[in-house]
């Protein structure tokens, strides 16, 4: 499990190594802040695309050629700008890496639900999404310093070896797993899986829990500029997030596999508890900026190893690459979603209230989960309603 964890760390890392180099990319604060959002947005566009592709294509000649191949791939395209240091190859080498990562993140993802039985799901993607954390968590600082240390070219080429380490590690102690036999699937049928409670359910929550995530690390530290707080505590507040989003994971998955809580009804307090985050965003001052900090962390840490626990148990095994790759499609649009929402709230109002729209649509979340269609789905024993 241990090479899937670092492929988790791998992907996050190379989404958001390159947010601390503000600066690096122009003398104008405005060029930079649009490179920077253009190199961000090409790596996230890359997999909205292609994840549910890769994914299907796991599920038809098998998650660990895919893997290793998105590896290697990212390896390859992370060495070109560190090798060739030009404007254009920089733009490549990042839709290069989202490609890459399009096809090894969903492919790890299934491997971790093959490769685990049903009963220890809630741990595995607690401890897959903990390590994931922590890579979305250093990726800006790691990045901040290997760009003051060498540059970009620098950070690429760290991110070059880190991948080509995994490989070959993935290569060595990730064991085969053959596909399964699959039956003919019409575009009807893949249409009325998607839509299906047992998927679109822990989808929409995992979306949801992006998407305050999203807007948590980028408009908490604007709300603490507002309130005339230092960047010492804007800073502290980002990393008490997305520290609470890490080590929360593990102890939920755990939890889920000790029947200690439901499915249902974790996901529906998870979004409540964000929900209650964005509420306390509201408040002015350095304690309601700690206090949503906390509650954001808390619930999507929650929220994500119940979420993919239910996919897992949901799929059938023989299509478990694009359930993923469909599932971290919706996620990828909450990470993209979230922020538009509340940027344009905040444009006509202010963002007091762009914080109060995610709120309410996050708190809708357990009503509407209640009203789903009530079929059991089974999770390690237990039943989604849990």
Same mark, same amino acid.
């Given at each position: 499990?241990?090479?899937?964890?670092?492929?988790?760390?791998?992907?996050?890392?190379?989404?958001?190594?390159?947010?601390?180099?503000?600066?690096?990319?122009?003398?104008?604060?405005?060029?930079?802040?649009?490179?920077?959002?253009?190199?961000?947005?090409?790596?996230?566009?890359?997999?909205?695309?292609?994840?549910?592709?890769?994914?299907?294509?796991?599920?038809?000649?098998?998650?660990?050629?895919?893997?290793?191949g998105g590896l290697l791939a990212f390896t390859v395209?992370?060495?070109?700008?560190?090798?060739?240091?030009?404007?254009?190859?920089?733009?490549?080498?990042?839709?290069?890496?989202?490609?890459?990562?399009?096809?090894?993140?969903?492919?790890?993802?299934?491997?971790?639900?093959?490769?685990?039985?049903?009963?220890?799901?809630?741990?595995?993607?607690?401890?897959?999404?903990?390590?994931?954390?922590i890579g979305y968590t250093l990726g800006p600082l790691?990045?901040?310093?290997?760009?003051?240390?060498?540059?970009?070219?620098?950070?690429?080429?760290?991110?070059?070896?880190?991948?080509?380490?995994?490989?070959?590690?993935?290569?060595?102690?990730?064991?085969?797993?053959?596909?399964?036999?699959?039956?003919?699937?019409?575009?009807?049928?893949?249409?009325?899986? =998607?839509?299906?409670?047992?998927?679109?359910?822990?989808?929409?929550?995992?979306?949801?829990?992006?998407?305050?995530?999203?807007?948590?690390?980028?408009?908490?530290?604007?709300?603490?500029?507002?309130?005339?707080?230092?960047?010492?505590?804007?800073?502290?507040?980002?990393?008490?997030?997305?520290?609470?989003?890490?080590?929360?994971?593990?102890?939920?998955?755990?939890?889920?596999?000790?029947?200690?809580?439901?499915?249902?009804?974790?996901?529906?307090?998870?979004?409540?508890?964000?929900?209650?985050?964005?509420?306390?965003?509201?408040?002015?001052?350095?304690?309601?900026?700690?206090?949503?900090?906390?509650?954001?962390?808390?619930?999507?840490?929650?929220?994500?190893?119940?979420?993919?626990?239910?996919?897992?148990?949901?799929?059938?095994?023989?299509?478990?690459?694009?359930?993923?790759?469909?599932?971290?499609?919706?996620?990828?649009?909450?990470?993209?979603?979230?922020?538009?929402?509340?940027?344009?709230?905040?444009?006509?109002?202010? =963002?007091?209230?762009?914080?109060?729209?995610?709120?309410?649509?996050?708190?809708?979340?357990?009503?509407?989960? =209640?009203?789903?269609?009530?079929?059991?789905?089974?999770?390690?024993?237990?039943?989604?309603?849990?």
């Open positions: 499990m241990w090479p899937l964890y670092a492929a988790g760390f791998t992907t996050a890392f190379g989404a958001h190594g390159v947010a601390a180099t503000l600066g690096g990319f122009s003398d104008d604060a405005v060029t930079s802040l649009l490179v920077l959002g253009g190199l961000l947005a090409l790596y996230d566009g890359a997999e909205v695309l292609l994840k549910p592709l890769f994914g299907t294509l796991a599920d038809r000649i098998g998650a660990r050629p895919v893997l290793l395209a992370s060495a070109l700008y560190a090798v060739a240091d030009t404007p254009g190859w920089l733009w490549a080498a990042r839709a290069g890496q989202g490609a890459a990562a399009s096809a090894f993140s969903p492919s790890a993802s299934a491997l971790v639900a093959r490769l685990n039985p049903a009963a220890k799901h809630g741990r595995a993607f607690g401890s897959y999404g903990f390590y994931k954390s790691l990045g901040g310093v290997l760009v003051w240390a060498g540059g970009l070219r620098l950070l690429f080429a760290v991110m070059a070896v880190l991948a080509a380490a995994v490989a070959l590690w993935a290569a060595l102690a990730v064991p085969h797993v053959p596909p399964l036999p699959r039956s003919r699937q019409t575009v009807l049928d893949l249409a009325r899986r =998607l839509l299906d409670p047992a998927f679109l359910t822990p989808t929409a929550a995992l979306a949801g829990a992006t998407a305050a995530l999203s807007v948590g690390v980028g408009f908490l530290p604007v709300s603490g500029a507002s309130a005339h707080l230092g960047t010492v505590a804007t800073g502290a507040a980002v990393s008490v997030l997305a520290g609470c989003a890490a080590l929360v994971q593990p102890r939920a998955g755990r939890a889920l596999d000790e029947g200690r809580i439901g499915v249902r009804a974790g996901i529906g307090a998870g979004l409540l508890t964000t929900a209650a985050g964005l509420a306390c965003a509201m408040l002015p001052g350095l304690t309601g900026l700690l206090l949503a900090a906390v509650l954001i962390g808390t619930g999507t840490g929650i929220i994500t190893p119940l979420g993919f626990a239910a996919l897992a148990a949901g799929a059938p095994r023989e299509r478990l690459g694009q359930t993923m790759g469909a599932a971290e499609l919706g996620r990828e649009l909450g990470d993209a979603g979230g922020p538009l929402l509340v940027a344009a709230v905040a444009t006509t109002a202010t =963002l007091t209230y762009g914080y109060a729209a995610l709120a309410l649509l996050l708190a809708a979340g357990p009503a509407v989960v =209640l009203a789903a269609r009530r079929r059991a789905v089974p999770v390690a024993g237990r039943e989604l309603e849990g």
